[in-house]
């Protein structure tokens, strides 16, 4: 079964007033990159969240934006007391020397910079939420991958209908070959023998019999053909059979176009030459699609 590189999940769990978002996208590249958002603190779980992911995503570009969000607890803030009376004496000087007749409230005071501390999430407290982050990635690459398939088997069904397209075609130039030697047999000879008839020149069988043979020889496309057919089987079995199959495609596509390059270079013949644009211009179509299959 193919799979696309390009896919999108999400998932969220909320447990004992943890909140964990994770957001999954693909987009397709030649090989495996992982960029991690998420929380200052959190950063430390970044090779815990890239084997999980690896064991779902074999390459393209990964992006994961995880969000926490936490009941906050009477421990999460701190006032430093230095700081606050140092701001008191400086505004208290200020008052004096302005002559201003309140004093300025404290929850004012509170706002100014350095007052309050929040606690700052720690390697030690992203590990102890890591169950809760796990189970949330787990879910969101979940859907990432039913979005993946779901758009892996409409390229399938692409990739197999321009496949199809190139077997008409080759059994259109295989039927066809047979038919182009020997209709410049019969060219060749009829020019030869008016040659002879005009020049009174006598020519040995066996030397006609030489120039068909050189020219069966180069225009022989059995092989390609062959070769040809080989790799439009295997591309079908890879495609209905392995996962992971984009870089075998990838590889078979290139071997198609290299045997339908050499055919169309063989054969001298204007039908052949429009069946060989029919087939190179599927293969274009094949090759665009498989830069997103993994």
């Not at 040809?228 to 078979?252: D, P, V, Y």
Request: proline share 3%; hydrophobic share 40%.
């Amino acid at each position: 079964m193919l799979l696309s590189m390009t896919g999108f999940g999400e998932a969220h769990r909320t447990v004992e007033g943890l909140s964990v978002v994770v957001e999954v996208r693909t987009i397709n590249s030649r090989y495996f990159k992982l960029s991690l958002r998420c929380p200052e603190g959190f950063n430390a779980l970044e090779g815990e969240i890239e084997s999980v992911v690896r064991e779902q995503v074999r390459r393209g570009t990964i992006q994961v934006a995880l969000r926490i969000d936490r009941a906050h607890r009477p421990d999460d803030y701190r006032l430093d007391a230095e700081v606050l009376n140092g701001y008191r004496l400086q505004l208290e000087a200020i008052q004096k020397r302005w002559h201003l007749p309140d004093p300025l409230p404290l929850a004012h005071m509170l706002a100014l910079p350095g007052v309050v501390h929040e606690s700052i999430t720690t390697a030690s407290d992203a590990s102890r939420v890591w169950p809760v982050i796990k189970e949330t990635l787990d879910a969101a690459l979940g859907n990432l991958a039913k979005m993946r398939a779901e758009e892996g088997r409409a390229m399938a069904a692409d990739l197999e209908t321009n496949r199809l397209v190139i077997a008409t075609e080759l059994k259109k130039i295989e039927a066809r070959a047979p038919l182009v030697q020997d209709a410049y047999r019969t060219r060749l000879t009829e020019r030869v023998n008016r040659s002879l008839a005009e020049f009174q020149i006598t020519l040995a069988p066996e030397d006609l019999i030489k120039e068909l043979a050189v020219y069966a020889d180069r225009s022989d496309i059995s092989e390609e053909t062959v070769r040809l057919s080989s790799h439009l089987e295997q591309f079908q079995t890879i495609m209905q059979n392995e996962e992971g199959a984009g870089r075998k495609l990838e590889f078979l596509t290139q071997e198609m176009f290299r045997e339908t390059n050499t055919i169309g270079s063989k054969c001298n013949d204007v039908e052949i030459a429009r069946q060989v644009i029919e087939i190179k211009t599927a293969i274009e179509r094949i090759r665009e699609q498989i830069q997103n299959v993994e």
